[in-house]
T-cell receptor, first 113, second 115 residues
């Protein structure tokens, strides 16, 4: 029972590099989201998706792209990494039921130097 | 716009005591859900408890209960008989039921249980 799987767990990038954070869930959840967690600021929503082919921006979308070609996968792309994107990134998914909690991946700790 | 406020950056409690973590929220929606998550030092996010805005009774899950005061827009988490393993960051979050149904988090409270 894998739940939400994020890869990689740790990553160091140089400024200007691009990369993709992977997120996959095996619960057939419709809703998927990406958050970043910075010290003292809680979790902030980057992008989210309410189903395959549908994505929208959250609170802090600049510098990130997403796509949702399948129900299972929701990758987050950093187009040109900046030190300000150093953070811990969480992917989450949940079912359609409005009362259901979000299930989180283990997180990806990203450092941009 | 939705907003969650957790005013206690850190709390220190003796083992076996009860502890209340504060959470206030702001929303113009009539229908919403309130969540509490625990984040231990290992980093994962663990769901603790849920309260719907139309639920008349306070939610309870084992040692966790949610003190929901709708008129005051507060949703405090109460942990009874605290244990050393309760030491962690705790986040309050809210999700609107209509519209985009985005989950918004507070800044968190770091709880330390002393033996």
């Amino acid at each position: 029972n894998a739940g939400v799987t994020q890869t990689p767990k740790f990553q160091v990038l140089k400024t200007g590099q691009s990369m993709t954070l992977q997120c996959a869930q095996d619960m057939n959840h419709e809703y998927m989201s990406w958050y970043r967690q910075d010290p003292g600021m809680g979790l902030r929503l980057i992008h989210y998706s309410v189903g395959a082919g549908i994505t929208d921006q959250g609170e802090v979308p600049n510098g990130y792209n997403v796509s949702r070609s399948t129900t299972e996968d929701f990758p987050l792309r950093l187009l040109s990494a900046a030190p300000s994107q150093t953070s811990v990134y969480f992917c989450a998914s949940r079912g359609r039921d409005r009362e259901t909690e979000a299930f989180f991946g283990q997180g990806t700790r990203l450092t941009v130097v | 716009a939705q907003k969650i406020t957790q005013t206690q950056p850190g709390m220190f409690v003796q083992e076996k005591e009860a502890v209340t973590l504060d959470c206030t929220y702001d929303t113009s929606d009539q229908s919403y859900g309130l969540f509490w998550y625990k984040q231990p030092s290992s980093g994962e996010m663990i769901f603790l408890i849920y309260q719907g805005s139309y639920d008349e009774q306070n939610a309870t899950e084992g040692r966790y209960s949610l003190n929901f005061q709708k008129a005051r827009k507060s949703a405090n988490l109460v942990i009874s008989a605290s244990q050393l393993g309760d030491s962690a960051m705790y986040f309050c979050a809210m999700r609107e039921i209509q519209g985009a149904q985005k989950l918004v988090f507070g800044q968190g409270t770091r709880l330390t249980i002393n033996p």
